[in-house]
């Protein structure tokens, strides 16, 4: 009674395993059954087909009286008697060569019997220690004149596993793991930051002042999401939004200062633009001035001013000639002139040839730039040019290679 209580409740979970009382069978010998959910049945195997030809159950005799089935769906791996006829013939064979007891190692693992592919591992090591292929399936790696695991050759260079599996260098690993638990902070705040957004503005003052509180550079990536996203909104959140611009000036990582970088830019609201390109000025500038001075080439007239607008922030006489040169830029327009029809030309003796009535034009307009022009004044105050960019050149080099006076004396 105690055994059949104990081969039950081993099935229990599986909710598909019935008691059958199985007299007067004729059975084979015993093989196994691997159950989906773990563990197994040891016993004589049997397994019935349904109409499709697929594993409806298995049943497996675990003593002379008592049999269990099991359905199909809840089996993993089933090893029949016949398998285990034909292994312990090979078994038998093998005897104490190292090299038949490699081969029937790899016969198992084709047959899925892993437990005994491990046996005859182990077993022809134990025949031929330097047997190479047996050393390498069962970990082992050559280090010198001795076989070691390759778990201990790495551990004696320094590596540790990660979660993977993959050996890698201990602080490898504690980024990695920092950059994890990173992330999931991020999320969290990234959740929770919406809903104080939400409440914020509605006027809630408790969620003012939790936003207000906020320290944790985690939730960076919160905050300048909800900064983005809010530059479209019709309510007028210019106050909430100034504080997202304090907070991420706060945080002075990547992301903070990528979000600020933008709004220099981009923003529409002139009042937090300038917020965000005041605190670039107290950390960020060369972020700024890297992403802001390649527009001043831009082809994009509204990109060039809005470029010069934000560089105001950051003069730099060493970048003058860049100024210079953007002070007019030449933007280019494709027009289609004519009706689109054919034209036929006429001789004396008829038609001559056809001509496409239409055709496309190609215009170049030079477009001043007043923004840019105050830039430039920026670094040279108490000058103006105007929009002579030779004159500018030629002052500007004069700085750089003032004249020398004539040192020699007269005799």
């Known amino acids: 009674m105690q055994k059949l209580d104990r081969i039950w409740n081993a099935s229990r979970p599986f909710g598909c395993a019935i008691l059958l009382s199985v007299l007067g069978s004729h059975w084979v010998?015993?093989?196994?059954?691997?159950?989906?959910?773990?563990?197994?049945?040891?016993?004589?195997?049997?397994?019935?087909?349904?109409?499709?030809?697929?594993?409806?159950?298995?049943?497996?005799?675990?003593?002379?009286?008592?049999?269990?089935?099991?359905?199909?769906?809840?089996?993993?791996?089933?090893?029949?008697?016949?398998?285990?006829?034909e292994y312990r013939s090979k078994a038998a064979a093998a005897g104490q060569d190292a090299e038949a007891q490699f081969e029937l190692a790899r016969w198992c693992k084709s047959k899925t019997l892993l437990n005994q592919y491990h046996f005859h591992l182990v077993r022809t090591i134990e025949l031929d220690p330097d047997h190479r292929l047996a050393r390498a399936a069962l970990g082992y790696v050559k280090s010198g004149n001795e076989w070691i695991s390759f778990e201990k050759l790495r551990r004696s260079q320094g590596l540790v596993q990660d979660g993977k599996g993959r050996w890698v260098l201990p602080e490898v690993l504690s980024v990695r793991q920092y950059s994890d638990e990173a992330e999931r902070a991020s999320k969290l705040w990234i959740k929770n930051f919406r809903r104080l957004h939400s409440r914020a503005i509605r006027g809630d003052a408790e969620a003012l002042a939790e936003i207000n509180a906020i320290d944790d550079p985690m939730a960076t990536n919160a905050i300048a999401g909800e900064f983005l996203r809010s530059r479209s909104s019709r309510a007028n959140l210019r106050t909430l939004r100034m504080?997202?611009?304090?907070?991420?000036a706060k945080f002075r990582n990547q992301t903070a200062v990528s979000t600020l970088v933008e709004a220099g830019l981009n923003e529409t609201d002139a009042i937090v633009r300038e917020e965000a390109l005041r605190q670039l000025v107290e950390y960020g500038g060369s972020s700024a001035v890297a992403s802001y001075l390649p527009l001043l080439r831009s082809n994009s007239p509204a990109q060039v001013k809005a470029a010069a607008r934000a560089l105001e922030y950051f003069p730099n006489a060493e970048l003058a000639f860049e100024y210079v040169r953007a002070l007019i830029t030449e933007q280019k327009t494709r027009t289609q002139m004519g009706s689109g029809g054919t034209d036929a030309s006429f001789g004396n003796n008829g038609v001559n040839g056809l001509t496409q009535g239409s055709k496309v034009v190609e215009r170049t307009t030079q477009i001043r730039h007043p923004e840019v022009l105050q830039l430039v004044k920026t670094i040279a105050p108490g000058v103006d040019y105007g929009f002579d960019e030779n004159a500018w050149r030629r002052y500007f080099a004069s700085l750089r290679n003032p004249p020398r006076s004539d040192l020699r004396r007269d005799p």
Not at 54 to 79: C, F, L
Not at 243 to 248: A, N, W
């Open 29 to 85: 010998v015993a093989g196994k059954v691997e159950l989906s959910g773990g563990g197994q049945l040891t016993g004589d195997v049997r397994r019935v087909e349904d109409a499709n030809g697929k594993t409806a159950h298995v049943i497996v005799r675990v003593d002379p009286d008592m049999s269990i089935a099991v359905a199909g769906t809840h089996t993993r791996r089933t090893v029949e008697a016949d398998q285990l006829v």
């Open 243 to 248: 504080t997202y611009v304090r907070l991420l």
